[in-house]
């Protein structure tokens, strides 16, 4: 089982786009029991009461584009904003990362990287950077691009490590 994480600042924008495209893309590969995927924040300022927010509406519409939330496996109609844990660094393999600032706040609450688990997504693609937060810069398909990208990247990284069938 690859356990994946994926982590931005509020988990109600590039973080759950992460997680759903991946979810899509290893469905539509039907290896998706190969893997465990969800994503959190870093803060808890979508997070009211201990109840996290849905994701945000244009996030969720540019999903909708691309056909991703029509199936169970990738129905993002409950998920809910959560802030990563200093458990989730022992349960998962991969926790990556939208932004460099997202990788010091989750070290911040993880500890030390001693694993190497904590990346950018982007760093496995030929661009490494972080992905631009579409709740400032208005550009959700732009945002959806990068995912899209490094999601990519990351299955054949996976493949190339020989962690994929």
Known sequence: MIKVLFICH??????????????DMVEKRGIQSQFEIASAATS???????????IYPP???????HGI??????DFSHKRAVQVTKADYAHYDY????DTMNIRNTIRITGPDVEHKIRLLLDFTDR?????????????SET??????GCT?????????????
């Open 95 to 98: 926790l990556l990362c939208a």
């Open 44 to 54: 808890t300022e979508e997070i009211w009461g201990k109840v996290g927010n849905p």
């Open 69 to 74: 939330g029509s199936t169970p496996y990738t």
């Open 10 to 23: 509020g988990n109600i924008c590039r973080s759950p786009m992460s997680e759903f495209v991946l979810k």
């Open 59 to 65: 996030a969720q519409e540019e999903l909708k584009k």
């Open 128 to 140: 490494p950077g972080s992905i631009a937060d579409p709740w400032y810069t208005g550009g959700f």
């Open 153 to 165: 990247a990351f299955l054949a990284y996976l493949r190339d490590v020989g962690r994929l069938n």
């Open 144 to 149: 959806y691009r990068d995912v899209v990208e």
